[in-house]
């Protein structure tokens, strides 16, 4: 897929995303887990009084800051008891939204 169809595919769900209002979630799927189900996210919008927007995704019990957001895919990072850093980078492409998901 060339760069310019990832933009194409990724727009619809850069949309959604930006259209979060503070405490709005988006909840996803996004890959197979072990036993080939889809694996389930929450992607979570908070503005602060300065009008300053940050995100975070969730799985369950475990969450990653999103530190960019780019045209076609979602930057994340965590950092563990022992302050290594993991990055994880979310193609927007290959979510998939509208899904009813239990919590």
Sequence with gaps: ??????IRESKRVLGLIEGLKDKEVLEFAYGKGFKGEPNKYSLKCYIDATGDISYSVWS???????????????HCYSYDMMSQRTNYSFKLWEMETGLTIDK
Excluded: A, H, I, P
């Excluded at 897929?1 to 990832?6: A, F, G």
């Excluded at 369950?60 to 979602?74: D, F, Q």
């Design 60 to 74: 369950y019990m475990s969450g990653m800051n999103v530190g960019s957001l780019t045209k076609t895919r979602v």
């Design 1 to 6: 897929m060339t760069y310019t169809e990832q």
